[in-house]
C-alpha cells in the first residue's frame, strides 16, 4: 500500500496567488481528514469528510479556504487568495474505520510558503 | 479529553527498549489511549490505542495500568529512526465528535547509537 499522497511536497507562492493542495487517500478509506500545523498553532482539522461528504468544517479558518471530494480516491484544499499567514504544513490523513476513528494514517505533507 | 503529562525528553540506547510514560489521572472509562510520533519534517504516525487491556502490534507494545490512570508505550528494541516526538492523547470513541487530533508537547525520544 502506498500511503496517503500528497502534491506538491513544497510549494511557494506569492500573496494573493490562488493556491490547490492535492491528496489521495488510502484506497477503502472512508474518512479523510486535512489538517495543518504550524510552530505557533500546532496541528489544527480544518474539515473531514465522510465517503466523500463533508461533515465538519468549523476548522476552516475563513471563506478564503475550500475544500472538495469528488470521489474516493481524491480530494484538494483551495486557498484563494492566498495571504502570508497561511503559511504551514498542510497535511491529509484517512481512517479505515468508523470504531477507531483517531486511528489516522497521515500523508507526508504540503510545506506551503506564501511571501 | 483527559489532560495526559509526559516527560519532556528521554534518551535510549540503540538496541534497548525505550519505555515512554503517559499519565492520564483524570481519564473517564469510555476513553481511549492513542499514540503517535511525528519523526523530523514528517506527518504523524498512529502507532497504537488501547482501552484497558494491554495491546501489542508490529510496531509497539501499550501497557495500560489497571486504574487506568497512567500508560507506557514500549518500543522493544529502539533504532536510530525511532527518534522522534511520540504523543499520547486520550479520546472517547463515539459515533459523533470532530474526530480532531490534538498533540500536547509530546515527549522528544533520542535514540543514541
Known amino acids: 500500500d502506498a500511503g496517503v499522497i500528497q502534491s506538491p511536497r513544497h510549494e511557494v507562492t506569492e500573496m494573493g496567488q490562488e493556491v490547490t493542495l492535492r491528496c489521495k487517500p488510502i484506497?477503502?478509506?472512508?474518512?479523510l481528514f486535512w489538517y495543518r500545523q504550524t510552530m505557533m498553532r500546532g496541528l489544527e482539522l480544518l474539515i473531514y469528510?465522510?465517503?466523500?461528504?463533508?461533515?465538519?468544517d468549523s476548522g476552516m479558518p475563513e471563506d478564503r479556504f475550500s475544500a472538495k471530494m469528488p470521489n474516493a480516491s481524491f480530494s484538494t484544499l483551495k486557498i484563494q487568495p492566498s495571504e502570508p499567514r497561511d503559511s504551514a504544513v498542510y497535511f491529509c490523513a484517512s481512517t479505515p474505520f468508523e470504531a477507531s476513528p483517531y486511528e489516522q494514517y497521515f500523508g507526508p505533507g504540503t510545506r506551503l510558503t506564501v511571501t | 479529553d483527559a489532560k495526559t503529562t509526559q516527560p519532556t525528553s528521554m534518551d535510549c540506547a540503540e538496541g534497548r527498549a525505550a519505555n515512554l510514560p503517559c499519565n492520564h489521572s483524570t481519564i473517564s472509562g469510555n476513553e481511549y489511549v492513542y499514540w503517535y510520533r511525528q519523526i523530523h519534517s514528517q506527518g504523524p504516525q498512529y502507532i497504537i490505542h488501547?482501552?484497558?487491556n494491554n495491546e501489542t502490534n508490529e510496531m509497539a507494545s501499550l501497557i495500560i495500568t489497571e486504574d487506568r490512570k497512567s500508560s507506557t508505550l514500549i518500543l522493544p528494541h529502539a533504532t536510530l529512526r525511532d527518534t522522534a516526538v511520540y504523543y499520547c492523547i486520550v479520546r472517547v470513541v463515539s459515533g459523533a465528535g470532530s474526530y480532531q487530533l490534538t498533540f500536547g508537547k509530546g515527549t522528544k525520544l533520542s535514540v543514541i547509537p
Open positions: 488501547g482501552l484497558k
Open positions: 484506497s477503502g478509506h472512508d474518512y
Open positions: 469528510f465522510n465517503n466523500n461528504v463533508p461533515i465538519d
